[in-house]
């Protein structure tokens, strides 16, 4: 079971800079936020898929892999389009949500992080119908998370401390994440907020998610 976070927020909280944006825009970044993860884990499951595993844990991983990229081409869809089906998004928030593993369900450590994209994937789609700051909020601290859970597990930290915090914060690999959510914040704060420009932007920030991948050990 991943160690619970009790890490204070960092400075330049990106949550809290997201709630300056428009709705749509807002969403863009939570959007952004999922894709990276989304498609760290559409390659983690690659990788994982050519090892030896129990059919269980390999339809599992499929599955999965599969919500995942399902769920976040219709958050994306929405977005361009203007258009969006609440009965099929609502469907899809509560797959992700029922794909994270129950705490007393054994699950390969190699297969750990599909709570954190689960999770993540499933507040950007309720984002989708809301907009509203506390769910793209939810998004982007799932994404932190993630990177610290990361940094947990590879340096087997067993109890939170203050200098473990701090170690935590200054990870590359967490502010990686954040130097990334910030400079996309920003960039949608300089863009043009009219609908057809913030659709470009939209699908600017969606390939540059898309090629900048998590990588999920």
Not at 44 to 56: F, G, H, I, Q, T
Request: hydrophobic content about 45%; aromatic content about 6%; glycine content about 2%.
């Amino acid at each position: 079971m991943a160690l619970a976070l009790v890490m204070r927020v960092p400075p330049r909280d990106p949550p809290a800079l997201a709630e300056r944006l428009s709705p749509d825009l807002r969403l863009t970044f939570a959007a952004a936020c999922a894709q990276r993860l989304q498609s760290g884990y559409e390659e983690y499951a690659r990788r994982a898929l050519k090892r030896p595993m129990s059919e269980a844990a390999r339809r599992m991983v499929s599955q999965s892999s599969r919500l995942a990229a399902t769920a976040m081409d219709e958050v994306w869809s929405g977005l361009l389009t203007g258009r969006w089906n609440r009965r099929r998004i609502e469907s899809l928030a509560r797959r992700c949500v029922q794909a994270i593993p129950a705490q007393d369900e054994f699950v390969p450590a190699r297969h750990r992080y599909l709570e954190d994209v689960a999770s993540a994937i499933a507040y950007a789609l309720t984002s989708c119908l809301t907009k509203a700051a506390e769910d793209v909020s939810r998004v982007a601290w799932a994404a932190y998370e993630t990177a610290a859970q990361i940094v947990i597990r590879r340096e087997d930290v067993r109890y939170l401390t203050p200098a473990v915090e701090q170690r935590l914060l200054s990870d590359s690999v967490v502010q990686l994440e954040l130097q990334r959510q910030v400079r996309d914040l920003a960039d949608l704060a300089a863009s043009d907020p009219r609908e057809a420009r913030a659709r470009r932007v939209a699908l600017r920030l969606r390939e540059r998610a898309r090629a900048e991948a998590w990588t999920l050990p």
